[in-house]
């Protein structure tokens, strides 16, 4: 079945790093994506990876993916506050079929 | 660049009543998703189209339909509205080159719907 999960919450300061990982459960997930969710806004695409690569740079987000173990994870350098937000990973198996989101991670970050 | 609109942006029904939203899909793209978002919660896939035919059905109430028109935007209808419709409805699009799939779902600002 599919199953994507996050933790919850992340408080960082302004120029600090930040971590939001995710663990998925579908062994045939062959797309991986980062949304961003503002408050009362919509989805916004920030990046996303194949499954036959382990890692992708998008000026300051990085992208881990370990396929082995299922987990993914999305790396804020010098984290704004303006990166506060919602953030959920999803998966999809194909290019057509529907996302299929985490629960998402609010991320705080402070002056 | 151009976005994914969707019109009405807030909607405010009572119980038993219909609302139909709107979803026009940025320039070229032909496949469109419908997502809705409770409270608190995760979006959770309702129904997709590509080329005007349904192409994935997720957990959609039977009091919901949808479909898309010659022009690509979509329709989502709902009649006899419950407390619970009362979420955020995102649409979606991406576009398909020939056979190939598209990676990049684009998603439009939302309608906010509100039932009494």
């Known amino acids: 079945g599919e199953d994507v999960e996050q933790s919850l919450f992340l408080s960082v300061r302004e120029g600090d790093s930040s971590v939001i990982n995710c663990t998925y459960t579908d062994s045939s997930s062959t797309y991986l994506y980062w949304y961003k969710q503002e408050p009362g806004a919509g989805l916004q695409l920030l990046t996303y990876?194949?499954?036959?690569?382990d890692m992708k740079q998008d000026q300051r987000l990085t992208v881990l993916l370990n396929k082995k173990d299922k987990h993914l994870s999305l790396r804020i350098a010098d984290t704004q506050t303006g990166d506060s937000a919602i953030y959920f990973c999803a998966e999809t198996n194909t290019g057509f079929q529907k996302l299929v989101f985490g629960t998402g991670t609010r991320l705080l970050v402070s002056p | 660049a151009a976005g994914v609109i969707q019109s009405p942006r807030h909607l405010i029904k009572e119980k038993r009543e219909t609302a139909t939203l709107k979803c026009y899909p940025i320039p070229r793209h032909d496949t469109v998703y419908w997502y809705q978002q409770g409270p608190g919660q995760d979006p959770q896939f309702l129904i997709s189209?590509?080329?005007?035919?349904?192409?994935d059905k997720g957990s959609i109430p039977d009091r919901f339909s949808a479909q898309q028109f010659s022009d690509y935007h979509s329709e989502l209808n709902m009649s006899s509205l419950e407390l619970g419709d009362s979420a955020l409805y995102f649409c979606?699009?991406?576009?398909?080159?020939?056979?190939?799939?598209?990676?990049?779902?684009?998603f439009g600002p939302g309608t906010r719907l509100t039932v009494t």
């Open positions: 979606a699009s991406s576009f398909s080159l020939g056979q190939l799939n598209s990676y990049e779902q684009y």
């Open positions: 189209f590509y080329e005007k035919m349904q192409s």
């Open positions: 990876i194949f499954s036959n690569m």
